[in-house]
């Protein structure tokens, strides 16, 4: 990440969840350095008060983003403290491996918590927020593994089906009310939620690639963003495939990889 540089004249206020760690800190510490005013949340209130410490651009405010009333309550904060959100980049999320055989209900549970619900309690009073002023910019972040359930997905891939579907769903009304809304679907990036994995990630990038590949899609306003661009294609197709044959590389794939290891 480069250093800071001067203040942009179109100064934004950007509200980011799951800025602790990874993605939402990098996305936090780009768009801070360019002069926007930059508001992070996640739980993780130390790390997220070192990030504050590195850009007198980002302001904290920790919270758990399945507290529904905890979530509004910040919303309301930030927009009285730095002005009315002109972009929310909801991206808390949890990832946890998950087989047939290992099925665990409370990851399962907790996964649609996080990531599905914590998308949607951010989403009511914000989006609310953006209708009634008639301008704004949401952002999901999903991922390509909502395209299609593959093996270990039991627990994850079904959220992020549901955070696509849900974008798909609401993005027509908003562009009618002057509200926009982008779903990011990442392939593999090397973060904390990755590190844990045994498998092979193909085409796995770097945060400071998400970072760029964000950037550039939010800034060009189109609906969805995915990257890299091999898996996007690879998954693209996936989603083509015919069942039968769908199956057969699904297979494949179980049968070839070793037992998961979630990450605590
Ligand atoms: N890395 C990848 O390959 C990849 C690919 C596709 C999509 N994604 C998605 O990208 C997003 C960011 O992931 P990442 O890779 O940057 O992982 P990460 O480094 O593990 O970051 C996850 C963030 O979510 C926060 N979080 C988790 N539970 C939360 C809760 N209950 N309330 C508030 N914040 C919570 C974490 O902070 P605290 O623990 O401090 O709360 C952390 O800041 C996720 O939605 C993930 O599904 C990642």
Redesign the pocket.
Known sequence: MGPPSAATSSRKTIWI?????????ELALSYAYDGHRVAV????AG?LSELEALSSNITAFP????DTGAVAATVATIESTMGPIDLAIL?????HAMTASRYDLGKVKTSMD??YF?VTNALDPVMKAMIARGRGHLAI?????GYRGLPKGAA?APT?AALISLAESLYADLKIKGVKMTVI??????????EANTFP?PF?VS?ETAVKAIRKGLDSGRFEIVFPGRMAVLMKTLRLLPYRIFFLANGAIAKREPPPKDKA
Do not use: C, E, H, L
């Open positions: 969840t799951g800025a602790s760690t990874g993605i939402g800190r949340s996640a739980r993780s790390k919270v758990d983003v399945t991206n808390a999320g949890v990832w996080v990531n914590g972040v999903a991922s390509v593994a994850y992020k679907n990442p392939g593999f990036i090397a973060t904390p939620m990755t990630m796995i945060t």
